[in-house]
């Protein structure tokens, strides 16, 4: 049986070791929160989307960044997707993403239509999975 101070003292360093997690996001999500923003226009321009698709294009932008708990307008293309989910506390969630996108668009997205998005094919760069976002958005969204 465990003694009353070693349980005091696992319970410390677990309340110690959420302290500095915490302290580790909020220091991640400062330097993107502080970078120049990049306005929707510049966005769509540096991902070449087209017209028709700059509703989805900004949809993707502005949930993982609503799920990374940064603004959309520092999230880039060019960034790594792995240090965006990195912001995350629990990690990478594609269901949260899903579940967002579906808010924003007022659309319910089939589940099988989008494997192509799947985060274990995932490309590195957040435009590129952005991308592959929209294009999973645009097949299911047909008529």
Do not use: H, Q, Y
Not at 38 to 67: I, Y
Not at 88 to 104: H, K, N, Q, T, Y
């Amino acid at each position: 049986m465990m003694g009353g101070a070693t349980f005091l003292l696992i319970v410390a360093c677990g309340v110690l070791l959420l302290a500095l997690d915490a302290r580790r996001l909020r220091r991640r999500r400062s330097a993107f929160a502080t970078r120049p923003p990049l306005a929707d226009p510049e966005f769509l321009r540096a991902v070449r989307a087209e017209a028709a698709d700059a509703t989805l294009w900004l949809a993707v932008r502005r949930a993982l960044a609503d799920s990374c708990g940064v603004p959309a307008e520092s999230v880039r293309p060019r960034d790594r997707l792995a240090d965006l989910w990195n912001l995350r506390s629990d990690g990478p969630d594609f269901l949260d993403l899903l579940f967002r996108l579906e808010r924003r668009l007022g659309v319910k997205i089939p589940r099988g239509a989008v494997e192509s998005m799947s985060p274990g094919s995932r490309p590195e760069d957040f435009g590129d999975f952005a991308a592959d976002v929209v294009a999973g958005l645009r097949m299911s969204m047909r008529p």
